[in-house]
């Protein structure tokens, strides 16, 4: 009786499986590379956001705007210098600035020569100069008496 059960053909509830073929390799070379090439993309991706959205200081500057342009190869930005403390027998400062918005430099344009109250932003950490010659951003400009 023992032959017979091991000559005995599989039951429906004995299947047999085909033996899947291994998986293709993976280059783990090419995915260590394009993790050692991204990573640092997306660390230099996420640095200049927050450079740029997080403000270190706010603060205001007076004083007369005296040198204003548009500069830049491929990132045009507006940049300008602030006297500040023109008075007679006064040091004057120098307060230089980066402006992004085109409506806000025309208002600084409009009022070149008079004295202007500033509205800044300090972004420190910006990783190019695409982003402007200064970490000094203005997003306001009053005229002043």
Same mark, same amino acid.
Request: glycine share 8%.
């Given at each position: 009786?023992?032959?017979?059960?091991?000559?005995?053909?599989?039951?429906?509830?004995?299947?047999?499986?085909?033996?899947?073929?291994?998986?293709p390799?993976?280059?783990?070379?090419?995915?260590?590379?394009?993790?050692?090439?991204?990573?640092?993309?997306? @660390?230099?991706?996420?640095?200049?956001?927050?450079?740029l959205?997080? *403000?270190?200081?706010?603060?205001?500057?007076?004083? @007369?705007?005296?040198?204003? *342009?548009?500069?830049?190869?491929?990132?045009?930005?507006?940049?300008?210098?602030?006297?500040? /403390?023109?008075?007679?027998? *006064?040091?004057?400062?120098?307060?230089?600035?980066?402006?992004?918005?085109? *409506?806000?430099?025309?208002?600084?344009?409009?009022?070149?020569?008079?004295? !202007?109250?500033?509205?800044?932003?300090?972004?420190? /950490?910006?990783?190019?100069?695409?982003?402007?010659?200064?970490?000094?951003? !203005? @997003?306001?400009?009053?005229?002043?008496?």
């Amino acid at each position: 009786m023992a032959d017979d059960e091991q000559n005995a053909e599989p039951t429906s509830h004995e299947t047999v499986h085909p033996v899947a073929p291994p998986p293709p390799r993976r280059h783990w070379g090419m995915r260590l590379a394009g993790i050692f090439i991204l990573l640092p993309v997306l @660390i230099l991706v996420g640095w200049t956001l927050v450079a740029l959205n997080w *403000s270190y200081s706010t603060g205001y500057r007076d004083g @007369i705007v005296q040198k204003f *342009s548009r500069k830049g190869w491929l990132c045009k930005t507006w940049e300008g210098q602030l006297a500040i /403390g023109n008075f007679p027998g *006064s040091v004057q400062e120098q307060f230089e600035f980066t402006v992004h918005n085109d *409506s806000v430099a025309q208002e600084i344009t409009r009022h070149m020569g008079k004295r !202007v109250a500033l509205t800044y932003e300090e972004h420190k /950490g910006a990783p190019t100069s695409c982003f402007g010659d200064t970490r000094y951003y !203005v @997003i306001g400009v009053t005229a002043t008496p």
